[in-house]
């Protein structure tokens, strides 16, 4: 498939090299016009060479995002059928010059418009396994560009047999089409599609891997290396049961070359740790603490770790005068705002003689300021922990601290890069007690148009986890719950953009559809201000439902703060064993399910049995009061001091 990169000393130069890492936004708005031509005189003068349908197509774009109407994704779908059809009869030797010009140009706002993460009509459907079927011939087939993009207004490069032989890729379309196939879904569409993303990522992360090591003195790959790095974003690879170390691994490899290449200094040989130093000097790296669920596990790390046995240092790359801010600070030694470049940022951090740096932000998504630094040798230890739900592959991060309830039992360290480091029940906890806001919300079921007899399931997931599978799940949990509700608050800040939003719902509408279930029963909520609005519409519900196979951490306590009875199931890693973790730590080992059948099952039994749902919610509400260990910040601050302490001795530092 990706004998394209093979054959990059035949095409031409790629751009010189970025002035510094950063992720583009891929799924960029295009601006709205300020008049708008009527839509059906432009219908009617459909012609893609034109400034009309340029503006046209602006104006569908900004409806699509703005309002999500219907109509505005059916003029998508005619646009987008008008520009394949030009591309499939422009001839060859117009190509160049058309895609340069207005037809390129509503190809790209089209690509960027996010309307490509929308499922397919049955007529698209057909035209694309035309499409396929064709590119499937090779590169060297005549009009073989002309197809590729036409198909690709429809798929994703995974989703396409491409077969690429040694015809040189033209310059005119070879970046376009490495961002193409470097391109990462913000939205799955189809059951198995997990999967087969993170075999093409695999794949293709292992081909440029071998040919940037191959080749460490080629631009050309040392260019293809920074474009990689600056274009994928990791996150859709949280969501197979793949161990993804290998990945991970290479991936850091990649990023590390980069930095190398551009004269940054990865390693670095600490003196001797003195010998008359009594405090662990101990510093944590966060972006910010910004009120953010991250925030909220990182700040029991060193809340309450003992302050004559660790001396605290806070690294960040912006701080405020935010309640937060200065709460985290008072809980250190000293609270130390980097510098702007990353030169000094290094310089700094090394300069404070670090006897181990805990990475407290996430640093397995996008290519950004926390993963360039944690590359580095920043202390002479340097750990990690869940908030990077699996391994970070970084050569320079020794440790992973996890949970003996959140990792399997047999063969963890297989999952990991890092040495791996498990300590006494979940190995994350959470504190919300610092800062607290009052709900902004007065939802009740009248409101939302939710009878009082209803079994009402719900779940906080994200757009992301909720993946086709899960949808499957739970629109067959529905159906077999008469008189059932499921209600979705899938919009978080943290990780869905605009563009997810319509597809998503187009999906579940497909789905409820599929079963024949009404689609008043599905209630999707918009982002939710805060924790206690999260809360207030928690109340209205009767049963959780945990995400699958990326489980809930933070999302999984809200429910149990209101007794909700939660259903979970269990994998075999850590991101996949987070919410069945939490459970086990309150010994609710009767919600813990391991197939979706169970799943289905339990989830059944609890929405047709109210005395079922009575006494889980009891047992919740019992065991809750009881301070878990996933909320008690002190317990495992001395969990964490120990093996900080256990970590200098073995190294003997």
Not at 16 to 25: G, N, V, Y
Not at 156 to 169: F, I, K, M, N
Not at 410 to 419: C, D, G, K, L, P
Not at 646 to 651: E, Y
Request: proline share 4%.
């Amino acid at each position: 498939m990706f004998e394209l990169l093979n054959q990059l000393d035949l095409a031409a130069d790629l751009p010189s090299p970025l002035s510094r890492l950063s992720l583009p936004k891929n799924n960029g708005t295009v601006e709205s016009l300020s008049l708008r031509l009527h839509q059906e005189t432009i219908k009617v003068q459909l012609n893609v060479e034109s400034p009309q349908f340029i503006n046209w197509l602006s104006g569908c774009i900004d409806r699509y995002h703005s309002t999500f109407q219907e109509s505005a994704l059916t003029d998508l779908r005619l646009a987008r059928h008008k520009i394949a059809e030009f591309w499939l009869s422009a001839p060859a030797d117009r190509l160049q010059n058309s895609y340069s010009d207005r037809p390129g140009k509503a190809h790209k706002m089209l690509l960027a418009s996010g309307m490509r993460d929308e499922p397919l009509t049955d007529a698209e459907q057909r035209e694309v396994e035309k499409l396929s079927e064709y590119i499937e011939r090779g590169f060297e087939a005549p009009k073989a560009i002309q197809y590729l993009l036409a198909a690709m207004l429809y798929r994703r490069a995974d989703r396409l047999p491409l077969q690429y032989g040694r015809t040189a890729v033209p310059q005119w379309f070879f970046n376009d089409l490495l961002e193409f196939m470097l391109y990462f879904p913000s939205y799955f569409q189809e059951i198995g599609e997990v999967e087969n993303y993170c075999s093409y990522m695999k794949e293709l992360v292992d081909l440029i891997h071998s040919r940037v090591f191959s080749n460490t003195h080629s631009e050309i790959w040392q260019n293809l290396a920074i474009i990689f790095a600056d274009t994928v974003n990791f996150v859709p690879l949280y969501f197979s049961t793949q161990n993804l170390k290998d990945i991970y691994t290479k991936r850091a490899d990649i990023l590390e070359f980069i930095l190398k290449s551009r004269g940054h200094l990865i390693d670095f040989s600490f003196d001797k740790r003195p010998a008359n130093r009594g405090k662990i000097r101990l510093g944590i790296l966060k972006a910010n603490f910004a009120p953010i669920s991250e925030t909220f596990t990182t700040i029991p790390v060193f809340e309450h770790l003992d302050r004559d046995r660790f001396e605290i240092i806070l690294y960040v790359l912006s701080a405020s005068d935010r309640p937060l801010d200065l709460y985290c600070q008072s809980r250190a030694d000293q609270l130390v705002k980097l510098p702007q470049d990353l030169r000094s940022q290094v310089e700094t951090i090394r300069g404070d003689d670090l006897d181990i740096l805990f990475v407290g932000s996430i640093v397995t998504n996008a290519a950004h300021n926390i993963i360039l630094l944690a590359l580095h040798r920043l202390a002479r230890l340097q750990a990690t922990y869940f908030a990077s739900p699996v391994t970070t592959g970084i050569r320079n991060i020794d440790y992973y601290i996890s949970g003996s309830l959140t990792e399997p039992v047999a063969a963890a360290q297989e999952q990991y890069s890092e040495r791996l480091v498990t300590i006494d029940g979940t190995g994350f906890c959470f504190n919300y007690n610092i800062q607290k806001a009052e709900a902004s919300i007065k939802y009740d079921r009248k409101c939302l148009g939710i009878s009082e007899q209803a079994i009402v399931f719900i779940s906080g997931a994200n757009t992301f986890k909720i993946i086709p599978e899960l949808r499957e799940t739970w629109a067959k949990i529905i159906a077999a719950v008469p008189n059932s509700v499921l209600i979705l608050y899938p919009f978080g800040n943290t990780w869905s953009g605009a563009c997810v939003k319509q597809p998503f719902i187009n999906k579940m509408r497909a789905i409820f559809d599929k079963y024949e279930i009404d689609r008043h029963r599905l209630i999707l909520l918009d982002t939710l201000a805060n924790r206690e609005d999260v809360k207030a519409v928690l109340q209205l519900a009767d049963i959780y439902l945990d995400s699958y196979p990326y489980a809930g951490a933070n999302s999984t306590v809200d429910p149990l703060e209101v007794g909700l009875p939660t259903v979970v199931r269990e994998g075999n890693n850590l991101r996949s064993r987070q919410g069945a973790a939490i459970l086990r730590d309150i010994q609710l080992l009767d919600l813990i399910t391991d197939s979706e059948e169970a799943y289905i099952n339990l989830s059944v039994a609890l929405g047709t049995n109210a005395e079922l749902r009575k006494q889980k919610r009891e047992e919740i509400e019992q065991k809750m009061q009881q301070q878990p260990k996933f909320l008690d910040s002190r317990a495992y601050a001395a969990a964490l001091g120990a093996v900080f302490e256990k970590m200098l001795i073995v190294n003997q530092l």
